[in-house]
């Protein structure tokens, strides 16, 4: 933001990207609003007819050529059969741009998993994100899914799953490990506190009535639902 969009010093630019991820939980659909909103720098010489100050394109292969992915930890065998064994069709649907969840993917080592005509990034749905109803339609036309009761949405994010079962979807919520314990000590109340802190008024809410079934981390998956193994 600040080498390409002209903003001048990193503190502001946090505080704009701050404010808009926070509406709509997506970097990408966040600054395109900011630009419309003229909250974005305008470059030196002012914009020539139709020029437009962000690109999403340019921010998803930024991000897949520079953030450290190492961040992720190491790929998890176990993590990756359970996926690549599973018969049913599985989509990825992320708010962040594309070139980054397919670098995502493929550092977690489920790009077969999730071929690139299964990923659907923020880029694939504008200016619709995430959890908002036009960009899941988008989705689901493009796999042919007519019925969204066919579908099963594993989430971390409660408005996403709130999202989700509202158009007829069947909900995982991953709720991070240590959260689907209610025991009011201090430990869980830490991992409640740091959940709030990355993704205000979207931490994770077990006893939210969107929420189907709830685990910990995907792993848990075929346990939770081996139904979607038979």
């Known amino acids: ?7 001048p010093d990193k503190e502001t630019a946090k505080l704009i990207r701050d404010e808009y991820f926070e509406r709509y939980h997506s970097t990408a659909k966040g600054l395109q609003i900011a630009e419309l909103e003229g909250r974005l720098p305008v470059p030196l010489g002012g914009l020539s007819k139709g020029q437009k100050i962000f690109d999403p394109e340019e921010l998803s292969v930024w991000w897949a050529e520079n953030l450290d992915f190492s961040l992720l930890g190491d790929i998890d065998p176990e993590l990756v059969h359970i996926l690549e064994t599973c018969p049913k069709k599985m989509i990825a649907f992320s708010n962040g741009p594309r070139a ?5 993917l493929l550092e977690m080592g489920l790009s077969k998993v999730f071929p690139e005509e299964n990923v659907f990034s ?3 749905v504008l200016p619709a994100c995430k959890p ?5 339609e988008k989705v689901f036309e493009a796999i042919g899914v007519n019925d969204p009761s066919e579908c099963v949405m594993i989430e971390d ?3 996403n799953i709130r999202a989700s ?4 979807m069947s909900t995982v919520l991953v709720a991070g490990r240590g959260r689907m314990t209610n025991t009011g000590n201090e430990y869980i109340s830490e991992l409640a506190n740091a959940a709030e802190a990355t993704k205000p ?11 189907d079934i709830c685990i910990e981390v995907v792993k ?11």
């Open 157 to 159: 994010s409660m408005k």
């Open 1 to 7: 933001m600040v080498d390409r969009l002209n903003f």
């Open 220 to 230: 848990d998956l075929k346990k939770a639902l081996p139904g979607l193994w038979e």
């Open 165 to 168: 079962k509202s158009l007829g």
């Open 201 to 211: 008024g979207d931490a994770p809410d077990i006893n939210d009535d969107s929420v």
């Open 100 to 104: 980054y969840v397919l670098r995502v």
């Open 122 to 124: 923020v880029n694939d």
């Open 132 to 136: 908002e109803p036009e960009a899941f």
